[in-house]
Structures are given as structure tokens and as C-alpha cells.
T-cell receptor, first 111, second 113 residues
Framework: SQQGEEDPQALSIQEGENATMNCSYK?????LQWYRQNSGRGLVHLIL?????REKHSGRLRVTLDTSKKSSSLLITASRAADTASYFC???????????FGAGTRLFVKA | EPEVTQTPSHQVTQMGQEVILRCVPI?????FYWYRQILGQKVEFLVS????????KSEIFDDQFSVERPDGSNFTLKIRSTKLEDSAMYFC???????????FGPGTRLLVL
């Protein structure tokens, strides 16, 4: 079964607008992580939220987790052109040894 | 700031050849992982490694793959007989515990001809 599916697949916004990306998953998780990837490059960790947490903030990023709906969202406020990248959610299983990535959301922020 | 490093950054090999991808995890981390990303696709889990043994592996991680921690700092992924479909970016990651953030290396781009 697919785990950690994001929507939308692609998002195009103007600089200064907020961007919201969603992630859904199917099985029980221990934690959920959000990563950013610039084209063809490595993965940069953004935020980890544990299954007993509901919301976390880091700078312009806000992540929510709803375990009853098996979903998470990543909000980027006041977006910048430099935020243009692919964003992935990754769910850690309850054993903690396997992490499953979603297909990602491609965000394009127009200057 | 400590980071995960990987070598080489790029590797080109002929089908059927063996390749070894190398990673140096963050020094105080105990959990190590390999992932791959085929061009344009999502990141796929291959294997996790703790206490000198495989903790979990995916269906992709068949007998052609093996991992090793040959010394106190390196963590390697070996592909015994490469196939064309092994062409991908391979990422190594490490974490302090199984429930903590995984930090990724910059990746090795493998091209099998």
C-alpha cells in the first residue's frame, strides 16, 4: 500500500503567498518528517513531528499532524522564490526502522 | 555542523559490474539507512542498519545488495552485479535513534550502462 502521499502534486504561487501541502498515509506511524529537495540534489530536513504531537513550527514553516485522519500538512508562509523545490513527507513506522517517502509536491514560487 | 558525506558523487559502471557506494554517517549516530531515487521518482527506502545488522529492508533490497560497516566510520552499500534499472541517485542517511531526524548525505548518482 502507498504511504505518505502528498497533494497537490504541483503548486505554483506568487512570492509572498502562503503554500500548503498535504500528506496522507495509511498505517500507524511513529513520526512524520518533511523534507525539501532542490532539483537533482540532496534532501534537506525541515521538521519532524511525532505521533503524539499535533503542531510544530520552525521559522516560516508550520506542520500539523492529525493521526485520526492519518494526514499532515506543511504550511510555508510568506513564500520566497528560494522556496521553489520539491517537498516530501516521510513516515516512520512504529518500529522506527523503515521510512516511507511520498511522491512529493513540486512548489514553484514566482518572483 | 556535522553532516553525512558520500563518495563518489557520481559513478558510471557497466552492467554486471560490482559497485560500492560509501557513506560516512554523523559520528555519534547509531542508525544508518540507504535510499534510492530513480530520476523523476520518489525516494525509496532500501535498508536500515543498527548494531551491525540489518534492521529492516524493502523488497528492492534483494540478494544483489549488501551493506556493511567495515570500520567505525564508514557505511557501505554494495551492488554485486549491476543492472540498467539500478541507475539512480543513492542516498545515505543517519540518525541518533530510530525515532529521531534522519540526516541525508548529498547522494551518489549511479549510472549503469
Amino acid at each position: 500500500s502507498q504511504q505518505g502521499e502528498e497533494d497537490p502534486q504541483a503548486l505554483s504561487i506568487q512570492e509572498g503567498e502562503n503554500a500548503t501541502m498535504n500528506c496522507s498515509y495509511k498505517t500507524s506511524i511513529n513520526n512524520l518528517q518533511w523534507y525539501r529537495q532542490n532539483s537533482g540534489r540532496g534532501l534537506v530536513h525541515l521538521i519532524l513531528i511525532r505521533s503524539n504531537e499535533r503542531e510544530k513550527h520552525s521559522g516560516r514553516l508550520r506542520v500539523t499532524l492529525d493521526t485520526s485522519k492519518k494526514s499532515s500538512s506543511l504550511l510555508i508562509t510568506a513564500s520566497r522564490a528560494a522556496d521553489t523545490a520539491s517537498y516530501f513527507c516521510a513516515t516512520g513506522n512504529t518500529g522506527g526502522f523503515k521510512t516511507i517517502f511520498g511522491a512529493g509536491t513540486r512548489l514553484f514560487v514566482k518572483a | 555542523e556535522p553532516e553525512v558525506t558520500q563518495t563518489p558523487s557520481h559513478q558510471v559502471t557497466q552492467m554486471g559490474q560490482e559497485v560500492i557506494l560509501r557513506c560516512v554517517p554523523i559520528s555519534n549516530h547509531l542508525y544508518f539507512y540507504w535510499y534510492r531515487q530513480i530520476l523523476g521518482q520518489k525516494v525509496e527506502f532500501l535498508v536500515s542498519f543498527y548494531n551491525n545488522e540489518i534492521s529492516e529492508k524493502s523488497e528492492i533490497f534483494d540478494d544483489q545488495f549488501s551493506v556493511e560497516r567495515p570500520d567505525g566510520s564508514n557505511f557501505t552499500l554494495k551492488i554485486r552485479s549491476t543492472k540498467l534499472e539500478d541507475s539512480a541517485m543513492y542516498f545515505c542517511a543517519s540518525s541518533a535513534t530510530a525515532q529521531e531526524t534522519q540526516y541525508f548525505g548529498p547522494g551518489t548518482r549511479l549510472l549503469v550502462l
